[in-house]
């Protein structure tokens, strides 16, 4: 039974944990380490704009529990997305170590409708190092996503988001020489 438990809370930990990203230099390699493991990627649930309103994802690199790589940093891209799926707008933000990002959605970026105009961002984000970079240590990604809606006018936040949800990706194998 306790095995049994272990194994649960294991589990539970594994799945609330953010998700590592490694990148790895194999002895000899010229050119940037490969991905070792599959990249964060996760979604805010839905969110009204008005008309005098912007969307701003924000993203803090945590870099908690991996070493400070020269050359190294999280490619972080953000999405904001229609209630159908539709991608609305799209950037791709270097994020250095202990350091943090914004991309804005103002409301006529929204697309026509009534208000509120229903939205959503995806943010994923891959580790990357550069091709001098010397590191023969894992290193990781620690993103910490947050969604906020505010005024235009006055500034004042009207909603703020922090709940995400793991989204599935595929992501193609590399093989590394041996």
């Known amino acids: 039974m306790k095995l049994l438990l272990c194994a649960v809370l294991a589990g539970a930990v594994l799945a609330l944990a953010p998700l590592p990203l490694h990148a790895q230099r194999v002895p000899g390699q010229t050119t940037a380490p490969a991905i070792m493991a599959t990249s964060s990627y996760v979604t805010f649930g839905m969110a009204g704009i008005a008309s005098t309103e912007t969307a701003r994802v924000n993203v803090l690199n ?13 490619q972080v891209t953000v999405t904001f997305l229609d209630a159908g799926g539709n991608t609305l707008a799209t ?38 190092v550069s091709a001098t970079a010397t590191t023969s240590s894992p290193a990781f990604c620690s993103i910490v996503p947050t969604m906020e809606i505010f005024n235009q006018n006055t500034g004042s936040t009207v909603a703020h988001l922090e709940t995400t949800h793991t989204l599935s990706t595929v992501v193609p194998l590399t093989v590394l020489p041996d």
């Open 62 to 74: 945590l870099a908690a529990g991996g070493p400070l790589i020269l050359g190294g940093s999280c």
């Open 91 to 128: 950037q791709t933000l270097p994020v250095g170590q202990s350091q943090s990002a914004h991309f804005d959605l103002l409301r006529s970026q929204a697309g026509a409708g009534a208000d509120p105009v229903e939205i959503r961002a995806t943010v994923s984000a891959v580790f990357s």
